[in-house]
């Protein structure tokens, strides 16, 4: 795999509770990428980061922030938990904008 | 807006070829993807094709691209059993960010 490991990997927690995923990688890539799959969408893209401190929403970004304070790090969190939040969640990463991502194994997240 | 379809479900017996079709809708997508998902487990970069390529071989692996209906496709000679996972097709649209847009995946049973 390429360097990537998420934290943690399972978890399961009650509506309404705060609750951040960590991504940490060791390839000095500068993307970083939050996705959620759910059966029947595929992936879809919630935030991204192209550089410290730099982010953007993607497609499905409602209930969750992000932060990315340093290069290896990228923080996804649900402020408010809620069952709709149910998910798996992957990390991916890419040297630039026109590399290829590498995803992380995921989080698998349950909120009850 | 950016769409990318799959069919959800094939089925082939081992030694066979396989063959997973996309279709998609951004007419200025740069690079095209191929990533396999076995249970449990993260998104596995198999290849992915310029959009100024028809084709691309990669061992078993064929990629065919016809950027004139917007349909790529992705051949496994000699299909086997170890083959069976979720492949899903992906578009990275033209911009800087790196975005990729996912199609649901197509689940390829093979048949011992």
């Known amino acids: 795999d390429a360097g990537i490991t998420q934290s943690p990997r399972h978890k399961v927690t009650e509506t309404g509770t705060p609750v951040t995923l960590r991504c940490h990688q060791t390839?000095?890539?500068?993307?970083m990428y939050w996705y959620r799959q759910d059966p029947g969408h595929g992936l879809r893209l919630i935030h991204y980061s192209y550089g410290v401190k730099d982010t953007d929403k993607g497609e499905v970004s409602d209930g969750y922030s992000v932060s990315r304070s340093k290069t290896e790090d990228f923080l996804l969190t649900l402020e408010s938990a809620t069952s709709s939040q149910t998910s798996v969640y992957f990390c991916?990463?890419?040297?630039?904008?026109?590399?290829?991502?590498?995803f992380g194994d995921g989080t698998r997240l349950s909120i009850l | 807006g950016e769409d990318v379809e799959q069919s959800l479900f094939l089925s082939v017996r081992e030694g066979d070829s396989s063959v997973i079709n996309c279709t998609y809708t951004d007419s200025s997508s740069t690079y095209l993807y191929w990533y396999k998902q076995e249970p449990g487990a993260g998104l596995q970069l198999l290849t992915y094709?310029?959009?100024?390529?028809d084709m691309k071989q990669d061992q078993r692996l064929t990629v065919l691209l016809n950027k004139k209906d917007k349909h790529l496709s992705l051949r496994i000679a000699d299909t086997q059993t170890g083959d069976s996972a979720i492949y899903f097709c992906a578009e990275s649209i033209r911009s800087n960010t790196g975005k990729l847009i996912f199609g649901q995946g197509t689940t390829l049973q093979v048949k011992p």
């Open positions: 390839e000095n890539h500068r993307y």
């Open positions: 094709i310029f959009s100024n390529m």
């Open positions: 991916a990463i890419s040297e630039s904008d026109v590399q290829p991502q590498h």
